[in-house]
């Protein structure tokens, strides 16, 4: 059974759903403490997928992300970066995938050089928030996650999830190598969508997930975990919901290995 | 000397908090602000090498969006006016404190405790002509509270020719410690003054009692034998003083109670709790077989499943909320999860809910010195909310907000929690607390400070312009989270026996309650940890600093404990041992200071006698309403702040966290429109639901607490039942705010307000026992006035009602929106002309200029009718014979309909004589009545007919169908409304100050 690690503590929320997700997925999560994977950081080897979950490491003072990453960056770098260099999957969900682009883990369009290029910064309607919006999927991203999907309604809960590439060469390159896999779209044209609250952050490009040019690590804002049962959608009391729900991002995940 | 950094955006990035500033000054204050950027400052107050100081100010930094500098940033190249805002000395800062996790991993070592980062944050206004008063304007009524901050404000050239400051703040009152005595041997006079200058809120027959307890023979034995002065000490006389507050003992509740009933009848009644709460509970616990632990414990226990029990509390944080919106409101609600996490042997959180009565956030009268404005309060309570809840990981299942300007003296902020608890724990029932003498006292989570110092007692006091800074406490969720993920994991290991939260009262009333399960407790107030130095004994007693537990550990677990605590960078320390010797012993460098017999501690306060006497009140109704079209009237109720949109807030914060949602707080097509209960799973392997609401009415009151009480019972029982919960599932919990109810001087009208509160007591019992709704929980908050500015104002007597049902599988929970065009609308329950305080007449008297015209018939309750009405719909729903269903409640059917509309993006087409009415009926009385225990629900014209069987002998009837047209008929031509319209009412009030 694949095995994934999911690391939590401090702060770090959304263990519970997303240990649910993973087994719905059939893959076998474990949780594990921060200071206890710092502990003994061999265990992360142990384990063939590695998820950063979503939630207010450090209550996102400094900047969300920020000071979970410099613990991450501190103690577990080398781990990490041969964690990757195996072949293995990271995934990161809302304050994780901040925490990977703090890390530099994404877009690492040079490989995994662990220098920060992106920035999630807070979203332009200036708050939090919570609402559900939809996804659209590029059919052509190596992103081994977002394989085979092509929209997908999902919540999206945070305050700072607008992209900031840190230039135009940059965003262009990640453009090139598919390094985009998902956005925010229009849910009438399915097109990206350029204004709120169909793109909720102001997010350029309408970036909603970036994975690195392998593919086998990806990071989005919204929140897959968060849909696992029909119920879980806001228009369920309609009738049938268009659409996979979240689990097919963890399904991809465990077919990788298989 | 402190290290200087400063942190700013970029020249090409986006300064939200900057222009939110900005364009707060000009919306709100109407100041010519142009632009304002702002900075992050860090004094590391850390011996640093410049090596060292360089990288911890790179790694502060986020390279792609910001720059940085020690000492001073380059400043923005336009500006006329610094502003530099850091905390007082004391205050949480918690984003100093996550910095400072940051330094010590870089330094790679712990740091000592006085090595701290402070934060400050600069503003650099632009404006022409913007003078210094202006800019203290901003300061204070915008970024800052005098209560917590300080600022430096600067103009350009005095900023640039100004040193770069360095200084940091921490208490420098490096007292000596003192134990003090006070001797009560003297006149009533002098027995008050201690009490006063003491911000004590003991009465004269309290002092009295603690006077004659100190001079009875065996306890000035038992002292002499502990060396303990006869005088009592400031230890002792503080813990009596807050265990016997209101806020703890809840005296009103208990008083004798002389009550006339303006008709001639007068009746005593000994203490409102056991006789109408607690009685009532016990009634309906015959009846029903699911109550675990009511009455005893943090929170009430109710089984839910074979496997699980779940715990709710609400709680409500009023005076520290009206004096630091952010802070009180966030510790509002981190401080109602310790209830749940606290109550057995600590419950897992699922849920937070949360409720406003607030001022009008356009207020725009003469208000009162020193009070804030109520958008202000507003966005405070809302921000502290939604960080203490969002950062804690739990999400928000309900939540509401009620206006009206009695509450700008003093804002109701309600926090509720909602917990699960596994029903057995290695072995043992979770609920079940129990300590034996030679228990380890063990303290973990925050360390002890100055905050919060006489909350309990101050809380029962009214809003002074004297109230104590100290009684503010800042929530750390984060410093909180990691307590829970570590006492959940020592729970489950077994690593202790129990443990309940420091709250008000702190340490003497946490240890006060939990020692009396073994008889007693030694506690040494030496070792516990604090935030700085220069604490008395009786401070570290009774400080409310936030995020701690007290636990009980049995000896031999207490390394394994304290080794679990180290890993999860929790700070917990052991302070004490329970004993069984009778007495609450306190000790300070191994010398007692303090030594209180338990049994007078817990039931020495004498009991009040309250004077109630009711008379009922007679305000006239508005001028009748000419008939004709409704159209606007119906328009204009949707734009009121009784029934507007509250989306823009609720959006702030998760509702979604941990995946267990079903039906969230808003639904419909568009996702805006507030359901009628939220259903959420409690764990991912079963479909078993808990269905979650609440009612609350402060207008009713103007009229009768008796009906307005049994009116927010109903609303909350019949929004579970709206969802598909069942009956006899249904739980409630009671949370009393009222204005003093004792007559004084200063309370003439207080036997009045006392019959209020009589009468609600009392309907409480009638329709609790009526419905077989128990209530596992409830609180008290009964000094909810201000005076100041020479000016009282007293809130309205309001009762929030919270209420948890249970749906068996939530894929039958039913929502508001209609479904489709060509179904069936039909309305169950009678429609009487019960307007009185209704929002449409409410409306139609502030339109007339006479805002007190609110007269008429209160809705009342036929509680009979209702249950065979709600076990009707609950079967309905359950065959799957009901589409959509909504219970009306302010603005009645036509603001029912136009949601139920405007949810499903649907028309309607309603026959207004159709409706159900006790007799006869004008339109407006018909579309606006606020009756209870109705229902607009739609089905299947298939199925209609079954629906009215099950209805037999009820009052129901077929008024309409939904229709594609987006427009909302009523009769020829009663209403014509166009959902787009409607929507934009409904949505647009509160936009402009969210």
Redesign the interface.
Known sequence: MTRVLII???????E??SA?AWRTAGANPALL?L??LI?DPSAMSRHQILMFI???S??????SG??FA??VA??LRDELASFIDAGNLVLGICNGFQIMT?LGLLPAMDGQSF?????L??N?C???????VRLRFEPDSPCVFTRGLSFMDL?I?HGEGKV?V?DKALLDRMEEANCIPCRYADPATGDPARTFPQNPNGSIHAIAGVCDPTGRVFGMMP?P????????H??W???PVDGPDGSAIFRNAVEHFA | MATRIEIGPKNN??D?RG??AASAARTFLQLPVTDCRTR?VYKVDILLTRKDAEMIRK??T????SRSALGRLKAPADFDWIVEIGFKPGVTD??GR??Q??AA??LDRRLNPDECVYTCIQYFFKGENLTREQVETITWDVLANRLIQTAQIHTRDEWEDAPEDDSVPVFRDNEDVEVRTYHLGGRDEDLMRISREGILSLSLAEMHAIRDYFRRPDILERRASLKLPEDPTDVELECIAQTWSEHCKHKIFAADVRYRDGEGNEETIRSLYKTYIQAATRSVAEKVDWLVSVFTDNAGVIRFNDRYNLVYKVETHNSPSALDPYGGAMTGIVGVNRDPMGTGIGSELLFNSWGYCLGSPFFDGHLPEGLMHPRRIRDGVHQGV?DGG????IPWVRGFEKFDDRFIGKPLVFCGTLGRMPREINGKPSHEKEIRPGDLIMMAGGRIGKDGIHGATFSSEELRQESPAQAVQIG???TQ??LY?FLMEARDLGLYRTLTDNGAGGLSSSIGEMCRMSGGAVLDLDKAPLKYPGLQPWEIFLSEAQERMSIAVAPDKREAFLALAA???VEACDIGTFTDSGNLVLRYGGKACGCIDLEFLHDGCPRMTIEAEWTPPSPPPPTPRPSGALTGDVLKLLASLDVCSREDKS?????????L????P??G?E?DIPSDATVC?ID?TSDEGVVISEGINPYYSDLDTYWMTASVLDEAVRRIISAGGKPGTIAGLDNFCWPDPVASDKTPDGAYKMAQLVRSNKALYDFCTAYGVPLISGKDSMKNDSTRGGRKISIPPTLLFSAIGKIDD??K???M?F?RAGDDILVIGETSAELGASAYVRMRAFDQGTPEAIGGDVPRVDAETALRIYTALYDAIQNGRIRSSHTPTLGGLAVGFTLAALG?NLGAEINLGAIPTRGRMKADEVLFAESNSRFIVTCDPGNTADVLARFDGLPIAVVGRVVEEPKLTVGSQAVRLRLDRARKAFRETLRSVS
């Open positions: 939590t503590g401090y702060g770090l929320n959304c519970a759903e649910h403490h200071n206890d502990a979503g939630g207010f450090f209550g996102d003072h400094m900047t920020h000071v410099h613990r501190h103690h703090k220098s920060q290029d992106i920035a910064m807070q332009d200036g708050t939090f928030r919570n609402q559900w919540p809960r900031h840190k929140h975990e968060a849909y696992l049962f029909r119920e879980q806001p228009q009391d309609f009738g | 990035v986006r939200p222009r939110h992050d790694a502060f986020d390279p792609v969006t918690n984003v996550t910095a996790s940051i991993d870089l939604i969002n950062q804690s990981g750390d969720p984060i989270r990691k993920e890993r999860r960078d959006r702030c914060y998760d509702a979604e966290v941990k995946g949602s079903v039906v969230k808003f639904v097509r996702s799973r991912y939530v894929a929970a039913v929502t929106p479904k499903g």
